[in-house]
């Protein structure tokens, strides 16, 4: 019998073709009351000048998982790291890309548009786009199915957590938490239910400090170190 290490000696990688395999990353924002996502531009063929999803190929020097890569190219794209990622799925096909059989591993993420404001305003090649006028662009390759992908899930996330604290500032007030929700959701929502659910998930402290809100003043809550999102058993829009 062979050993393995005999076997993986004599092995050939070459014997089996293998498709194109890169990593994208949607990453919304909310801005002036707009839910914006992250595009870029592309520099080089195929379809060079169309705007696109951050990502690339995975650098197996680099990196030691594709969540790695998504970090790297986000991070380059934005001069920050984004602090909430998850997979949102793998999107594959001979179709969706023209140098051949291709399969892309999708994640999605949120951001605080503070954060990366000064990075992406000097460079030529990244800007975040309202979602709404999505469809009015021809975007590279399959990006425009990842990013609906991406929306959906992230409006599903909502309704059954508080994720969208995400594109917030470190420091914010209930009623921007509030508004985050309402503008991702693209409806109104319930005030004492979304409090109802900021108090019971444990995920926040007081800063000791507020600001002024019109005639009155709001407290001003951050995130605790290290927390993780609270989900919850009932839909928000139903809670």
């Given at each position: ?22 990593v ?16 870029v ?5 195929p ?9 690339g ?14 970090l ?8 920050v790291s ?8 793998t999107?594959?096909?001979?179709q969706?890309d023209?140098r ?23 460079v ?6 309202p ?9 590279a ?30 420091t ?5 938490l ?5 503008i ?38 951050r ?16 809670d």
């Open positions: 019998m062979i050993s393995e290490a005999e076997y993986l000696k004599s092995y050939d990688a070459s014997r089996f073709p293998s498709p194109l395999v890169t994208d990353s949607v990453l919304f924002t909310v801005h002036q009351q707009v839910l914006c996502v992250l595009l531009q592309r520099a080089s063929q379809q060079q000048g169309r705007w696109g999803l951050p990502g190929f995975i650098d197996m020097v680099q990196d030691d998982s594709t969540r790695a890569t998504a790297r190219k986000l991070t380059e794209k934005t001069g984004p602090s909430w990622l998850e997979q949102l799925d999107f594959s096909g001979p969706r023209p051949g059989w291709s399969l892309t591993i999708a994640w999605f993420a949120l951001i605080s548009w503070m954060s990366c404001a000064p990075h992406i305003a000097s030529s090649d990244a800007k975040w786009v979602v709404s006028e999505l469809d009015t662009m021809e975007l390759f399959d990006h425009r199915t990842i990013i609906h992908a991406a929306l959906h899930r992230l409006r599903q996330k909502t309704m059954y957590s508080l994720l969208p604290v995400y594109c917030l500032p470190d914010f007030t209930q009623a921007q509030q508004e985050a929700t309402e991702i959701l693209g409806q109104p929502i319930q005030r004492k239910s979304l409090i109802r659910r900021f108090e019971a998930s444990g995920m926040f402290e007081e800063t000791g400090e507020s600001v002024a809100t019109g005639a009155r003043k709001a407290r001003l809550w995130r605790k170190p290290g927390v993780d999102i609270h989900l919850f058993s009932r839909n928000l829009l139903t």
